[in-house]
Nanobody, 123 residues
Framework: VQLQASGGGLVHTGGSLTLSCAAS????????VGWFRQAPGKERDFVAA???????KYTDPVKGRFTISRDNAKNTVYLQMNSLEPEDTAVYYC??????????????????WGQGTQVTVSS
């Protein structure tokens, strides 16, 4: 599976962005799709996941602000990000896994990764 992440950019605090993770070579319905982010000088952290059956999981700092969704026809998963804060500044990556739902926050279980897209939130 090849993943193409896009949609990053520069926004002001309180702004919105929608990231896309488009897949080829396989159906995203067969995987859990996760979004991770890596801020400068920090480790890569889990952000959100969309399970093959439609369930979702979010890290606490983004709950209520970010929404993950999947478009089966486009074989794409989206991350809608609202009320962005400077702390959201990072490179965002999408990835796929078939790990059990209880471990979807653990990046070492992910099989294929997109190239990353930069999100910068100015104060």
């Amino acid at each position: 599976v090849q993943l193409q992440a896009s949609g990053g950019g520069l926004v002001h605090t309180g702004g919105s962005l929608t990231l896309s993770c488009a897949a080829s070579g396989g159906s995203l319905r067969s995987y859990t799709v996760g979004w991770f982010r890596q801020a400068p000088g920090k480790e890569r952290d889990f952000v959100a996941a969309f399970g093959w059956s439609g369930n979702t999981k979010y890290t606490d700092p983004v709950k209520g602000r970010f929404t993950i969704s999947r478009d089966n026809a486009k074989n794409t998963v989206y991350l809608q990000m609202n009320s962005l804060e400077p702390e959201d500044t990072a490179v965002y990556y999408c990835a796929v896994t078939r790990v059990v739902w209880g471990r979807v926050t653990e990046e070492n279980h992910y099989l294929y990764w997109g190239q990353g897209t930069q999100v910068t939130v100015s104060s």
